[in-house]
């Protein structure tokens, strides 16, 4: 075996290569390259694995990596017949020897750990059953946590005293305006840009162009009070505006 070990080494040597060049094409461990090459095939895991070794070694040498593995075989199985076999069963009888206090000790530990767990655990069953029972005042706290959000109090608008009527005109638009006693407030022909505010406790409005004129009531945007080019009267009273706010 030594033989092939010097024979890798020669032809690594004759190629100016380092073990660390092999395993770094190789991928094999430098120590196992190491090995094989001084005949120490014993820190190697396993006789398939140095086979492998020694095969894969003498191919990226250039060597016959099959001739060297067939001779590593020969060399083994002479080395390993006759005392091989003897001290294997001697081996394994000791080994069948020393097993059974190592498992006395292992049943003895799981013994006494699976007690040690008992004991830890029933003191704390004990412990949670004499718990007292939880007091009224943490039913109470629930009972306020659970109660749904109290919801603000809607406040009722207070009632307009007068009518604020403001248009704003987009283009032309003739208008008219008359009080609750029919007296004009306003006749006149407005143009894109201009508006006016009119105030009373009735009004009653007729627009030329209603699609030309944006009415504010009361701060509130009311949507066109007619079709674009069709004249239209509306009557606006503080009684109906009343009722509108307190039944949006």
């Known amino acids: 075996m030594d033989d092939i070990g010097k024979i890798l080494k020669e032809a690594r040597e004759s190629k100016h290569l380092t073990l660390d060049d092999v395993s770094r094409e190789t991928h094999i461990l430098t120590r196992y390259l190491s090995a094989i090459e001084e005949g120490n095939y014993s820190i190697v895991p396993d006789r398939i694995y140095v086979i492998g070794i020694v095969r894969k070694y003498a191919d990226f040498l250039g060597l016959d990596g099959s001739e060297l593995v067939k001779n590593f075989i020969d060399s083994t199985n002479k080395s390993s017949k006759g005392p091989s076999r003897q001290s294997e069963k001697v081996s394994q009888h000791s080994a069948g020897i020393n097993l059974r206090p190592l498992i006395t000790i292992i049943t003895s530990v799981v013994l006494i750990a699976a007690f040690a767990i008992f004991i830890y655990i029933n003191p704390y069953k004990k412990l949670n059953l004499n ?82 004129a944006i009415i504010t009531l009361n701060g509130q945007e009311l949507p066109p009070l007619g079709k674009p080019g069709m004249p239209v009267t509306k009557k606006f009273t503080l009684e109906d505006l009343n009722s509108q706010e307190q039944n949006p």
Do not use: H
């Open 131 to 212: 718990l007292p029972p939880p007091t009224e005042p943490q039913k109470e706290q629930q009972q306020v946590e659970n109660s749904p959000p109290e919801m603000p109090e809607t406040k009722t608008p207070e009632p307009a005293d007068k009518l604020v009527i403001n248009l704003k005109f987009t283009g032309d638009c003739w208008i008219r305006a008359r009080d609750a006693n029919g007296n004009v407030l306003v006749e006149k022909k407005f143009t894109n840009g201009e508006e006016v505010t009119l105030e009373g406790t009735e009004i009653t409005l007729r627009l030329g162009d209603p699609g030309n």
